[in-house]
């Protein structure tokens, strides 16, 4: 079964700086798709961006991009020029090509990120 | 707007008590699924379904029961079975496909009085 893992339970990132979130898999596919979700106090889960692991381009959403190394099974989020808005908690979450019923769409434990003023 | 709505968003249960968590979709999304939510864990599946009058377990789905008797509804009951309710719950859907995200509703955190 394919895990998710976020080494980092909490982050601090001060206003205007850049913060990377780390996010490693672990998976014996070659065709998967990545994600990355954004969970504010108001509680309700936002996708910030996604990843398809056939591309080898890195996909950016304005603020944020991921770094994508499939060798080392790794998907980091940058996000630039922290904002308060951004202060959540983050999850990674790994699906298969295969996944065709959502049965196996696996989420890390998440990453509480603060952002300073 | 489409969207998911979650109700209630606050949820008490006593003890030996049954109780449904509502979600509703008006995204047109065939894929519906309810998942728990604890602190420091990630989400954990309880149930999904892929079409109307069809659903199928998750990883956690003891203690809970699910139908979907209409394309935009999924409610959740959590049973007196289930032993450890405290939670918060998120429905999601999505259209068919793996590239396809969940999109998710606000949640319902329930609780044991």
């Known amino acids: 079964a394919q895990t998710v893992t976020q080494s980092q339970p909490e982050m601090s990132v001060q206003e205007a700086e850049t913060v990377t979130l780390s996010c490693t898999y672990d998976t014996s596919e070659s065709d998967y798709y990545l994600f990355w979700y954004k969970q504010p106090p108001s509680r309700q889960m936002i996708l910030v961006i996604r990843q398809e692991a056939y591309k080898q381009q890195n996909a950016t959403e304005n603020r944020f991009s991921v770094n994508f190394q499939k060798a080392a099974k790794s998907f980091s989020l940058k996000i630039s020029d922290s904002q308060l808005g951004d202060a959540a908690m983050y999850f990674c979450?790994?699906?298969?090509?295969?996944?065709?019923?959502?049965?196996?769409?696996?989420f890390g434990p998440g990453t509480r990120l603060s952002v300073l003023p | 707007d489409g969207g998911i709505t979650q109700s209630p968003k606050y949820l008490f249960r006593k003890e030996g008590q049954n109780v449904t968590l509502s979600c509703e979709q008006n995204l047109n999304h065939d894929a519906m699924y309810w998942y728990r939510q604890d602190p420091g864990q990630g989400l954990r599946l309880i149930y999904y379904?892929?079409?109307?009058?069809?659903?199928q377990k998750g990883d956690i789905a003891e203690g809970y029961s699910v139908s979907r008797e209409k394309k935009e509804s999924f409610p959740l009951t959590v049973t007196s079975a289930q032993k450890n309710p405290t939670a918060f719950y998120l429905c999601?859907?999505?259209?068919?496909?793996?590239?396809?995200?969940?999109?998710f509703g606000d949640g319902t955190r329930l609780s044991i009085l």
């Open positions: 379904s892929q079409i109307v009058n069809d659903f």
């Open positions: 999601a859907s999505s259209i068919q496909g793996a590239n396809q995200p969940q999109h």
């Open positions: 979450a790994y699906r298969s090509a295969l996944d065709f019923d959502g049965q196996n769409f696996v």
